[in-house]
């Protein structure tokens, strides 16, 4: 029995950069056979850029286009317009990511993909839905400023952050899988298919729901006491940047370990849970702590939580990043190190789990990716490489009932 869930549903991918291919890469991770439509020639733009081996697809491109097959096909011509229709009537589900109004302007309107296929789903990645930006261009650092991640990310007194976190492409992208399997289980029961939107400023606002929650409670109390502006600075109409502070209940901060001069990345992030704090005051040796009475509740806390972390980091900073961990983790007191991206890719437990995963690619050898996070007990994820520019033309061709002679045609045209 074929046990991949998705197995049988036919994707049409014409999507590039990393929100789109994000998303239809899980898609053929659950099993999905997904056909990533490209431009003959060139492909992808992803393949040529931040190459790390001359003439051969990045990195960039490899690490989002598992498990797919690769079609070129110029939409513009003739011969590929129709071929494309072929594929909007072969497919269960077409996603594309292009700028506002390309789709339209390779006639390719809901209205007429519809008629093609009235059984088709729709997804589609936009910078913003409608309204004032909605014709607008977007890449994953816009949609972090325009969705409330950038005002709210870094210290007080510098300028708005951007996260190495990729919540712009990769978060939209995930955002738009859920809507496409749930419109997918919808139409077991309508017979029909629907347009699916996520629009990456939307998908960044709904990562950053606790600040607009913090917002409200700011215009309510004018002050927000788990951030480090309390109780000594000020805070103004909109929510502030919160530095390393927790966005939940418990307060948390980064706190510098052994080694920390030389090594960036020697710090561990520290909560100090209430459940656990008579724990954290016993480790630190402040033992009169869980009872002073300007420490021993939460709420007393929260107007000494600069000088309670500062005492906490005498104590981690006599440790390695590990050492405390070890230690604070007998005591369930919820911690986590810094790792690096050195160290992730080097770690035994994410290989073991198939999260980070080596593949073999026919003109770049061996290399390390990130495979599925998300784990299904009866459908397991295998992780295989991405597909060379147009690998898989005349394969999926002859599947539509080409022949030879229709598929010299289309070459001879520039179709394919
Ligand atoms: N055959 C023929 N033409 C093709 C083609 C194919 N197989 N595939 C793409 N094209 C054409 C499109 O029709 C479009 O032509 P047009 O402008 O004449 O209509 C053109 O290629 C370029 O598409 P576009 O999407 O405008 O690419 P871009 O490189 O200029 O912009 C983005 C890139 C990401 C900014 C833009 O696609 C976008 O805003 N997408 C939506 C938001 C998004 O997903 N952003 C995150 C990206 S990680």
Redesign the pocket.
Known sequence: MDDKALSGVRILD????????TCTQLLAWFGADVIK????GEGD?TRGQLRDIPGVDSLYFTMLNHNKRSV??????RG?KQLLESLIKHCDVLVE???????E??GLTWERIHELNPRMIVG????FGPGRYED?????NV?QCAGGAASTTGFDDGPPVVSGAQI??SG?GLHLALGIVTALYHRTRSGRGQKVLAP?QDAVLNLCRVKLRDQQRLERAHSLHEYPQYPDGKFGDAVPRAGNASGGGQPGWILRCKGWETDPNAYIYFITQAAVWPAVCKVIGEEEWITDEAYATPQARLLHLKPIFARIEQWTMSKTKFEAMEILNQYDIPCGPILSMKEIAEDPWLRQSGTVVEVEHPTRGRHLTVGNPIKLSDSPTEVTRAPLLGEHTEEVLLELGYTAGDMKALRDEGAI
């Open positions: 014409f999507t590039h950069v990393q929100s789109g291919p439509v490209e431009r003959p733009a070129t096909l110029n939409a513009k011509s590929g990511n292009f700028a506002p109004g390309a789709m302007r390779m589609s990645v936009k910078g607008c261009k977007v890449y994953e949609a712009g492409d939209t990456m």
